[in-house]
């Protein structure tokens, strides 16, 4: 199957400070990637939807210029908490589309934790 | 009105006994796809199966099969022969219209415990 990954898998910072969240389709080209945020026993809620080489569609709600997504390329999409405040601290999760006919669900990326001090 | 309901915050089930998860869908349109994801305490989503609108059986993988009642907008999971590295959280989620692209609704999910 398709494999997407994540880097960090977990990540502290502080208060103030922005981090970047990587993720990858590894085997794949994924010309749709999606950005995910749950909350501790709470179900995935939609960010943003990320298009490679366009602008992020993002969900509402969900500031713009706070969460900053880049889909450079075909199997590379980059999510950006700018100053982060504690409020932040989720599990970040990406999932990709790919183009392979016989694949109908999206491939997710194993998360990445953040805890904003 | 919620697209993907899951009524059952949690189940407890015994080892190698079965065991269904509901899930119910709200959506006009006529090509959909319904599909189960397992998430465990890493938190990685694990697809398990999915059932197109269109599909007149009933999806199956393994000891993992999807009750689809079109009419009652059901898509139950059946776990079979459940086993202790079943416990974990399970969503359901639903894609509405043909497109692979389209956004997922997901369900607030069931966390299971499969007991010894």
């Known amino acids: 199957g398709a494999v997407v990954s994540q880097h960090p898998s977990w990540v502290i910072c502080k208060s103030g400070t922005s981090v970047k969240i990587e993720c990858r389709s590894l085997?794949?080209?994924?010309?749709?990637m999606f950005w995910y945020r749950q909350f501790p026993k709470q179900s995935l809620m939609l960010m943003a939807t990320s298009n490679e080489g366009s602008k992020a569609t993002y969900e509402q709600g969900v500031e713009k210029d706070k969460f900053l997504i880049n889909h450079a390329s075909l199997t590379l999409s980059t999510l950006t908490v700018t100053s982060a405040h504690p409020e932040d601290s989720s599990f970040y999760i990406c999932?990709?589309?790919?183009?392979?006919?016989?694949?109908?669900?999206?491939?997710f990326g194993p998360g990445t934790r953040l805890t904003v001090l | 009105a919620q697209k993907i309901t899951q009524t059952q915050p949690g189940m407890f089930v015994q080892e190698k006994e079965a065991v269904t998860l509901d899930c119910t869908y709200d959506t006009s349109d006529q090509s959909y796809g319904l599909f189960w994801y397992k998430q465990p305490s890493s938190g990685e989503m694990i697809f398990l199966i999915y059932?197109?609108?269109?599909?007149?059986q009933n999806a199956t993988e393994g000891r993992y099969s999807l009750n689809f009642q079109k009419a009652r907008k059901s898509a139950n999971l059946v776990i079979s022969a459940s086993q202790l590295g079943d416990s974990a959280m399970y969503f359901c989620a639903m894609r509405e219209g043909q497109n692979t692209g389209n956004q997922f609704y997901f369900g607030t999910g069931t966390s299971l415990t499969v007991i010894p």
């Open positions: 999932s990709a589309r790919t183009l392979i006919e016989r694949y109908n669900e999206q491939f």
């Open positions: 085997d794949f080209q994924a010309t749709t």
């Open positions: 059932q197109g609108s269109y599909d007149e």
